[in-house]
Nanobody
Framework: QRQLVESGGGSVQAGGSLRLSCAAS????????MYWVRQAPGEDLEWVSR????????HYTDSVKGRFTISRDNAKNTVYLQMNSLKPEDSAMYHC???????????????????WGQGTQVFVAS
């Protein structure tokens, strides 16, 4: 069964840190760009970050640059998102996703990804 399972979410005070993990199974993990995508209640999907198959190229949306770091361990089939200096506006459900591609889009849909995880909730209190 092919799946992505996220963990590491929770509640934190503004300025705090969390580290999200996403474990992949049933797919050739090293073939894919891995993404973190978030969705706040009532909002559209927002792409947060992505990392290429080899782990040496990473992209970030402007609002998280300098605060979030994406990484991956292909031996463990796991992708991470280290989130520092968290702000209340970072509160959302964070989903892990996989795609062979890395297009530049202004809007995203679940169908843009080959695999999609159920998400882990992040809440940042002010």
């Amino acid at each position: 069964q092919r799946q992505l399972v996220e963990s590491g979410g929770g509640s934190v005070q503004a300025g705090g840190s969390l580290r999200l993990s996403c474990a992949a199974s049933g797919l050739t993990f090293s073939d894919y760009w891995m993404y973190w995508v978030r969705q706040a209640p009532g909002e559209d999907l927002e792409w947060v970050s992505r990392i290429n198959s080899g782990g040496y190229t990473a992209h970030y949306t402007d609002s998280v640059k300098g605060r979030f770091t994406i990484s991956r361990d292909n031996a463990k089939n796991t992708v991470y998102l280290q989130m520092n200096s968290l702000k209340p506006e970072d509160s959302a459900m964070y989903h892990c996703a996989a795609s062979p591609y890395a297009p530049w889009r202004t809007t995203w849909r679940v169908s843009d990804f080959r695999y999609w995880g159920q998400g882990t909730q992040v809440f940042v209190a002010s």
